[in-house]
Nanobody, 114 residues
Framework: QVQLVESGGGLVQPGGSLRLSCVISGSSSNVNYMGWYRQAPGEQRELVARILSGGNIYYANAVKGRFTIYRDTKNTVYLQMNSLKPEDTAYYSC?????????WGKGTLVTVSS
């Protein structure tokens, strides 16, 4: 059974940094890609960043140059967030695509505020 466990959310000041992590277990050898979505209250969920098993990476325009997604050999995906803005405040969810199915973590709240 595929499970994703997220951590790293919290409160940070504008301009600060935060790193989110997501660990996948169960069928992790068949992970095709992992990524991060975010959703602010009253807003639609948007894809923030995604990394394919082959290493190709996608970033939303809003986070290019500020966020970095990367993985390790234990199928942990990270989202390093720098130069955070209040607009980045959202609930961030980890996703993994495994054998044709999308799996989600519970999510973690990131609040950027003074």
């Amino acid at each position: 059974q595929v499970q994703l466990v997220e951590s790293g959310g919290g409160l940070v000041q504008p301009g600060g940094s935060l790193r989110l992590s997501c660990v996948i277990s169960g069928s992790s050898s068949n992970v095709n890609y992992m990524g991060w979505y975010r959703q602010a209250p009253g807003e639609q969920r948007e894809l923030v960043a995604r990394i394919l098993s082959g290493g190709n990476i996608y970033y939303a325009n809003a986070v290019k140059g500020r966020f970095t997604i990367y993985r390790d050999t234990k199928n942990t995906v990270y989202l390093q967030m720098n130069s955070l803005k209040p607009e980045d405040t959202a609930y961030y969810s980890c996703t993994a695509h495994v054998l044709g199915l999308d799996h989600w973590g519970k999510g973690t709240l990131v609040t950027v505020s003074s």
